[in-house]
């Protein structure tokens, strides 16, 4: 089960970070407004996500660690 864990939360951080990419190639095309809008809203939301994503998938890896004996 913990093992499903790692998994889950890498692919959520693989996505996250493949967002967060392409949403800092796309900023330089948008007025000047809506990139401010998505520095205050959007790439903060997508940071912090992705620090809990990386937060819950260290857990699962100590804890596969940890079912394992080491």
């Given amino acids: 089960?913990?093992?499903?864990?790692?998994?889950a939360y890498s692919e959520l951080v693989d996505f996250e970070?493949?967002?967060l990419s392409h949403?800092?190639?796309l900023?330089?095309?948008?007025?000047?407004e809506a990139r401010h809008e998505a520095e205050l809203t959007?790439?903060?939301?997508i940071v912090q996500h992705?620090?809990?994503?990386?937060?819950?998938?260290?857990?699962?890896?100590?804890?596969v660690r940890e079912l394992d004996g080491h």
């Fill in 1 to 7: 089960m913990a093992e499903l864990w790692v998994r």
């Fill in 42 to 45: 959007n790439l903060p939301m």
């Fill in 50 to 63: 992705l620090q809990t994503f990386r937060y819950r998938r260290a857990h699962w890896r100590r804890r």
């Fill in 17 to 19: 970070e493949k967002v």
């Fill in 27 to 32: 900023m330089p095309s948008l007025t000047n």
């Fill in 23 to 25: 949403l800092h190639g």
